[in-house]
């Protein structure tokens, strides 16, 4: 099969049957082999009853409906496990990305050797209150993950070779960062593409700016699991043992001078009596509870059944 395109949805009964129409007229007017995968994620209107029918009158098509919302990263990740194509399309369910992107996107994959096509909404139809804050998590995405050629990291259109999708986990939220997960993976032939963007014909967005935040607490958590995930004791032993060492060193230059007036009969006050005496004390405290988080952390990661779990491309054995 040439291509899988994955659609989570959220209440969009009025956009499916338009959008698959447009999908299928895409596929069939360049001759590709393909499945539509609806992810229905919780919806409370008709959506599910729309894709069962689009079901029955398209073999094309096949769907996932979860009891309840749980996001858009569960949604990709179970569509991710059902897709059989070479290529493996995303898109959003609103009609916002159009399906006339598809052979494009499939040729930087196929034929340009790209692992991910990430699309790139440069006119966007979005209020001011979307696009700036959005600009500014770009910004930080691009700089911590060291994906520079990205200029949208959460554009719902995307292209994976078939390997990066089952090869990557998404969960929680880390659906904004698909790309850095792939990158992490070993897959860092990353492109972009401009994508035409279209205003919402029907509903209203389901995000809210509550989006931007938890995105860079996210981005902060995958930065630090792909960093230390294995090796927390360099990041805790490190800060541990400097907080430590301050602490220690403020301890001790407080008792030499203590020690030193006390020689020179000069009349010194109690050295519990300075603050500096409990900064360091305090200190020391946390480097040590730092230092043994670091501990613990190093003989969980140890005891871990993934901890040698690599990503192998090719094998060669003898007599092959």
């Known amino acids: 099969m040439d291509i899988s395109v994955i659609i989570p949805l959220f209440n969009e009964e009025e956009s499916l049957p338009e959008l698959y129409a447009w999908i299928e007229r895409v596929m069939k007017a360049h001759g590709y082999s ?31 409906k979860f009891r309840r919302n749980y996001g858009k990263s569960p949604a990709l990740y179970c569509g991710f496990e059902q897709a059989q194509g070479d290529v493996v399309i995303t898109m959003d369910a609103d009609l916002q990305d159009s399906p006339d992107e598809i052979p494009a996107l499939y040729k930087m994959i196929k034929e340009e050797g790209y692992d991910l096509v990430s699309g790139y909404k440069q006119k966007r139809y979005d209020p001011l209150s979307k696009t700036i804050p959005t600009k500014l998590f770009n910004a930080t995405a691009r700089k911590i993950s060291g994906i520079k050629n990205l200029h949208d990291f959460n ?22 960062y698909i790309p850095y997960l792939a990158k992490n993976a ?19 967005s389901k995000f809210g700016l509550n989006r931007f935040f938890n995105g860079y607490l996210d981005l902060i958590t995958l930065w630090f699991l792909s960093n230390f995930g294995k090796k927390p004791m360099h990041v805790f032993g490190f800060l ?44 020391m405290m946390i480097g040590t509870q730092l230092f043994l988080a670091g501990f613990v952390g190093d003989l969980i990661s140890r005891s871990s059944s993934g901890r040698n779990d690599y990503q192998i491309e090719e094998e060669i054995r003898c007599g092959e």
């Open 186 to 204: 070993g897959f860092d032939k990353i492109g972009e593409k401009v994508v035409h963007h279209q205003a919402r014909k029907y509903g209203k």
């Open 34 to 64: 393909f499945e539509v995968i609806f992810v229905n994620d919780g919806s409370t209107d008709t959506s599910w009853e729309v894709i069962e029918r689009l079901a029955t009158e398209s073999e094309n098509v096949k769907g996932i």
């Open 155 to 176: 554009c719902g259109l995307k292209a994976y070779r078939r390997d990066v999708v089952k090869n990557i986990e998404v969960y929680g939220e880390m659906h904004r």
């Open 240 to 283: 541990g043992t400097i907080m430590f060492f301050i602490g220690f060193i403020s301890a001790f230059v407080l008792g030499a001078d203590k020690l030193w007036c006390l020689a020179h009969g000069i009349p010194q006050r109690l050295v519990t009596d300075s603050p500096y005496f409990y900064i360091a004390l305090t200190m």
